[in-house]
């Protein structure tokens, strides 16, 4: 069986600091690992992924995700937070489950 | 990137009524597709997966007769909602996939259901 988790329901961060948004998975094997993000009334726009290879996964918008086995996670990070980043984040495994999501608020 | 369309992107409808909802898979043939249904605040809860040319599979606690999912054509696919009754309100959002591969796998923007 595969899951993630995402243990966070709201993250509030201010304009210009790092963000983390936290995604943990328990997979057999390698894992598929994806983060997507839904604004609001939107359908969900992919933002990355891992398959394997790199442990730290660049993607849009300039989010990266840092894939780490020993601690079981894949959690979603922006060096400096925009407040057009303020949506709604999701994690999923590669049978597309997805985590509840996390609230990302940033202020101005 | 590939694109997937939904249509109506929103929808007022009267309890009773039938209201249908298609998913097109706009530059790619959709050997799957996917629909999902989100209530406000909340995750994408996965309803059926349907592959051209066959029946739908739905996810346990899924009413098989109140979701009736067609997938007549590699880019079309078609969720009715039958007998529709407020508590059937929801976002419903369909993804759609050419191969097996999970990397492949897009979404539509959505279409928001209001039963009234």
């Known amino acids: 069986a595969q899951s993630v988790a995402q243990p966070e329901d709201q993250v509030n961060v201010a304009e210009g600091n790092p963000l983390t948004v936290k995604c943990t998975y328990s997979?057999?094997?390698?894992?598929?690992l994806f983060w997507y993000v839904q604004y609001p009334n939107r359908g969900l726009q992919f933002l990355l992924k891992?398959?394997?290879?790199?442990?730290l996964v660049k993607g849009r918008y300039g989010f990266e995700a840092e894939f780490n086995k020993s601690q079981t996670s894949f959690h979603l990070k922006k060096p400096s937070a925009l407040v057009s980043d303020s949506a709604l984040y999701f994690c999923?495994?590669?049978?597309?489950?997805f985590g509840k999501g996390t609230m990302l608020l940033v202020s101005p | 990137g590939a694109v997937v369309s939904q249509h109506p992107s929103w929808v007022i409808c009267k309890s009773g009524t039938s209201v249908k909802i298609e998913c097109r898979s706009l530059?790619?043939?959709?050997?799957?597709m996917f629909w999902y249904r989100q209530f406000p605040k909340q995750s994408l809860m996965l309803m059926a997966t349907?592959?051209?040319?066959?029946?739908?599979?739905?996810e346990q606690g899924v009413e098989k007769d109140k979701f009736l999912i067609n997938h007549a054509s590699l880019t079309l696919s078609t969720l009715t909602v039958t007998s529709a009754h407020p508590e059937d309100s929801s976002f419903y959002i369909c993804?759609?996939?050419?191969?097996?591969?999970?990397?492949?796998?897009?979404f539509g923007p959505g279409t928001r259901l209001t039963v009234t």
């Open positions: 993804s759609a996939r050419e191969g097996v591969d999970p990397n492949e796998q897009y």
């Open positions: 997979v057999s094997g390698n894992p598929y």
């Open positions: 891992y398959i394997t290879g790199d442990n």
């Open positions: 999923a495994d590669s049978t597309l489950t």
């Open positions: 530059d790619f043939q959709a050997t799957t």
């Open positions: 349907s592959n051209e040319g066959s029946k739908a599979t739905y």
